[in-house]
């Protein structure tokens, strides 16, 4: 058995279990990378957007779920600029969490989370009160590694998970590849227009290899079909084909790509900017997940 295979059976075993059912409505959206609104932060020319989109499923009354990576922790080595550049959405946040349908992920740069002392260690480094209701209320999120979503009167389950599970050295070496990034390629990237070699997204090879990993295992436990993130590249699988889906990442040129469950039925869709308004398209399904 292999390392990565180890790592994603552990993932599995650790899932929080959830019911969902016909009635459910659920949006997946991963890889924000919000970082400090700077000309070095990928997600600031989506945020109109992802704000947009994330108001609408607010109102639709939506269940969010982050699959990880939702802030940039690697490049930014405190959380304080990142909460002041982005105060609206961790507001609206805020009020998905408030009507408990709110649930995220930790991915590999934003792994810190996975420890409640760090967290609390951050927080409360920017908020000065550290009774302040506030920040009870925003930070008192439950940050996971995966959940296991049960479909009621059915044997079917979907997981969960950022997908640097299947990436070996962005889940065992992270604080090394952190290392890297915010000292190495970060620079090199902003002088020189270096790509980080340790990214799957700016990585061809290794976004293969870890969707090649995801599909072993899936293959190798009984077709369990996965939603991930990590390597950026949205994927939707045709009926038949390994049930492996990527909801690509919110910092895709003048778009950003998620993935909606309602009525069972799983879809790939779009946001983007047209005239100036915010419009959403269907890029692949609807397909009945019971299907798969």
């Not at 996971?144 to 997908?163: F, M, Q, R, W, Y």
Request: contains cysteine; aromatic residues 14%.
């Amino acid at each position: 058995m292999s390392i990565t295979d180890k790592i994603l059976n552990n993932a599995f075993k650790r899932a929080e279990s959830l019911c969902i059912n016909k009635d459910s409505k659920l949006i997946f959206f991963s890889d924000m990378h919000k970082g400090d609104n700077s000309y070095a932060d990928d997600f600031a020319h989506n945020m109109k957007i992802y704000e947009d989109a994330l108001l609408y499923y607010y109102q639709a009354d939506f269940t969010y779920f982050e699959l990880g990576d939702g802030v940039e922790l690697w490049e930014n080595s405190s959380f304080a600029p990142i909460y002041k550049a982005y105060k609206s959405i961790f507001d609206l946040q805020l009020r998905f969490h408030k009507n408990n349908r709110l649930h995220i992920l930790w991915g590999n740069h934003d792994m810190v989370f996975k420890d409640k002392n760090v967290v609390e260690k951050m927080l409360n480094k920017f908020f000065v009160d550290k009774q302040s209701k506030d920040k009870k209320l925003l930070f008192d999120v439950d940050f996971k590694e995966s959940i296991l979503l049960e479909i009621e009167e059915t044997d079917k389950s979907i997981l969960l998970i950022h997908g640097h599970q299947a990436d070996f050295m962005n889940y065992v070496f992270w604080k090394f590849n952190r290392f890297l990034v915010r000292y190495l390629w970060m620079p090199l990237q902003k002088t020189f227009a270096i790509k980080d070699p340790t990214s799957p997204a700016k990585n061809f090879k290794s976004s293969i290899r870890v969707e090649r990993n995801l599909k072993n295992w899936i293959t190798k436990n009984n077709n369990q079909i996965i939603i991930a993130g990590h390597t950026h590249r949205p994927h939707f699988p045709n009926l038949g084909e390994i049930p492996y889906f990527n909801d690509g990442s919110c910092v895709h040129p003048k778009s950003i790509i998620g993935i909606e469950i309602k009525n069972l039925e799983i879809s790939l869709v779009k946001w983007q900017l047209k005239n100036n308004i915010t419009t959403k398209e269907v890029i692949a399904g609807p397909k009945n997940i019971l299907l798969y």
